[in-house]
């Protein structure tokens, strides 16, 4: 049974960080594109990173470059997304995704996803 779990959320102040995991089973996250989503309510799911299978080269939503990071343990098996400088519109659920072509920008191109994580940013 193909899964991603993750896990990491929660609420933290704005300013503060987060790093969010995405543990896999069922899949081999260094043979799959691995992504991060994340939605609010009303509005679309939207990329936030990517990394590519083996190489593990990595993309970034525009707005996000230079806070978020994306990161990758094969031997763990996990995809991280480190968050830093959060801000009250980083308030979402975020997802875990795997593909087969990166970047996965597009929710469409998905072909597993996990259940989400909350994340929160008072201000």
């Known amino acids: 049974q193909v899964e991603l779990v993750e896990s990491g959320g929660g609420l933290v102040q704005a300013g503060g960080s987060l790093r969010l995991s995405c543990a896999a089973s069922?899949?081999?996250?260094?043979?799959?594109?691995m992504a991060w989503f994340r939605q609010v309510p009303g509005k679309e799911r939207e990329f936030v990173a990517g990394?590519?299978?083996?190489?593990?080269?990595?993309d970034y939503a525009d707005s996000l470059k230079g806070r978020f990071t994306i990161s990758r343990d094969n031997a763990k098996n996990t995809v991280y997304l480190q968050m830093n400088s959060l801000k009250p519109e980083d308030t979402a659920v975020y997802y875990c995704?795997?593909?087969?072509?990166?970047?996965?920008?597009?929710?469409?191109?998905?072909?597993?996803w996990g259940q989400g994580t909350q994340v929160t940013v008072s201000s």
């Open positions: 990394i590519s299978r083996s190489v593990g080269s990595t």
């Open positions: 069922g899949l081999t996250v260094s043979k799959y594109a």
């Open positions: 995704a795997a593909g087969s072509t990166h970047p996965i920008t597009v929710p469409a191109f998905v072909l597993v």
